[in-house]
């Protein structure tokens, strides 16, 4: 069964405090891995695609990574505003369609 | 600003009466989906559309229909609703299929008593 795994549920650091949200998945033919950031009361919002092992993206204290397993979000020195629930999602074949599973999120909280 | 509108933002509905949620894209993406995100289940697909006359069953399309008339627009209907419809409902799109990220919605808060 295609599956999207995220650990922590949920995560509280301090602002500066650096660590790793993970995202494992079993899918069949994993095509690409997306992260999104969600916000209470809003929508997810695209940060990254990864699309094989060894890829990396950053965007300001973000960096996602890939591996055949799993992925990571590192963030780095954290502020309050990067408080939201994180997801990750694997686009993978599904008959003759891509399919998108989604992890349930980590909900990361920064205290100042 | 480009993105996708979601109508309403919220609404009590009593069970058994019809309900359509709106949604419009201004980025002439191909792709539109439909998702409803619960506690402790995450989002999962309701149904999508590939391109504009045609659409497609997601994970849990029981109870819901939708309709694909013009490329903009991508109404869900739940013709009868159910307790177990209460849910944070979000319309998605993408430039198409394959390996490309779906923007969403800021989505509809649905309360069915």
């Known amino acids: 069964e295609d599956q999207v795994t995220q650990s922590p549920e949920a995560l509280r650091l301090q602002e500066g405090e650096s660590s790793s949200l993970n995202c494992s998945y079993t899918v069949s033919g994993l095509r690409g891995l997306f992260w999104y950031r969600q916000d209470p009361g809003k929508g997810p919002e695209f940060l990254f695609t990864l699309y094989s092992a060894g890829e990396e993206k950053e965007k300001e204290r973000l960096k996602a990574t890939l591996t055949k397993k799993e992925s990571f979000l590192h963030i780095t020195a954290p502020k309050p505003e990067d408080s939201a629930t994180y997801l990750c999602a694997a686009s993978h074949l599904g008959g003759s369609n891509y399919k998108l599973t989604f992890g349930k999120g980590t909900l990361l909280t920064v205290n100042p | 600003i480009a993105g996708i509108t979601q109508a309403p933002t919220s609404q009590i509905l009593a069970a058994g009466r019809r309900m359509t949620l709106r949604c419009t894209q201004d980025?002439?993406?191909?792709?539109m989906y439909w998702y409803r995100q619960d506690l402790g289940l995450g989002l999962r697909l309701i149904h999508y559309s590939n391109t504009a006359g045609t659409t497609g069953k997601g994970e849990v399309p029981d109870g819901y229909s939708v309709s694909r008339a013009n490329t903009d627009d991508f109404p869900l209907t739940l013709a009868s609703a159910v307790p177990s419809q209460t849910s944070v409902y979000f319309c998605?799109?993408?430039?198409?299929?394959?390996?490309?990220?779906?923007?969403f919605g800021d989505g509809t808060r649905l309360s069915i008593l």
């Open positions: 980025m002439r993406h191909n792709a």
């Open positions: 998605a799109s993408s430039p198409g299929q394959g390996v490309k990220p779906q923007h």
